[in-house]
């Protein structure tokens, strides 16, 4: 009796397997790289959107009231509210009492991660129906702060109701170039934030650099 021998198939060597997992390997990365690229890019541009929304609600609000939200509280019990509002917009020393970004108290009102929270007095619900949130709000994943921690948040600056400044801080994943419209060009903060900052405003006060901001 004859038997036929069946062919036996040929399989993947070490070396084939060993490349067709770097193959693999590579383009996984490729493509994770992409898509992981897209959603920081497609974050990023809510983020310019949600800064113009913002100003659109500010600039309703000021013309059904004549002025800008004013977040300006009065700090010293022995000055002149008009002085202290000169202090706020950085037009009188020492203005640094009004800088910090850490107090209500001290002109700046600090938001982004509760839509409900008014960090923008008078806004809601009459004139925007929810304030920007940032998925980053008060952590440290975007930029680190020379000066302090780099926390990501929003926040708003108005000291007489003519001008305002608006920052969306530590808040930009990618770095943003100076052509961009919401671009910061106070050197201190582009320093401190690598450019992960950006910023709207209104006014000589609230747009120059030795401004309120």
Avoid at 150 to 169: E, R, V
Avoid at 196 to 205: D, T, V
Wanted: hydrophobic content about 35%; overall charge neutral.
């Amino acid at each position: 009796m004859r038997f036929s021998q069946a062919k036996r198939s040929k399989g993947f060597t070490l070396i084939e397997l060993i490349v067709a997992i770097a193959i693999v390997t590579t383009l996984s990365t490729i493509i994770y790289a992409s898509v992981n690229r897209g959603r920081v890019e497609a974050r990023d541009a809510a983020r310019r959107q949600s800064m113009l929304q913002v100003q659109v609600a500010l600039e309703v609000y000021r013309q059904a009231t004549g002025k800008y939200p004013i977040t300006f509280i009065p700090a010293d019990p022995a000055l002149p509210d008009e002085e202290e509002i000169e202090m706020c917009n950085g037009l009188k020393a020492p203005a640094g009492l009004y800088e910090s970004l850490s107090s209500g108290q001290l002109g700046w009102s600090i938001g982004g991660s509760d839509p409900n929270s008014g960090w923008i007095p008078g806004l809601l619900p009459a004139y925007i129906s929810g304030m920007p949130v940032d998925r980053y709000a008060y952590t440290s994943t975007i930029c680190t702060n020379a000066g302090g921690s780099g926390l990501t948040f929003y926040g708003y600056k108005g000291c007489d109701g003519a001008n305002y400044s608006l920052i969306f801080y530590c808040a930009m994943e990618k770095a943003v170039p100076p052509t961009d419209p919401f671009y910061d060009a106070s050197p201190a903060r582009v320093d401190n934030t690598k450019g992960h900052m950006i910023r709207g405003c209104k006014g000589p006060l609230g747009c120059g650099i030795g401004g309120i901001y």
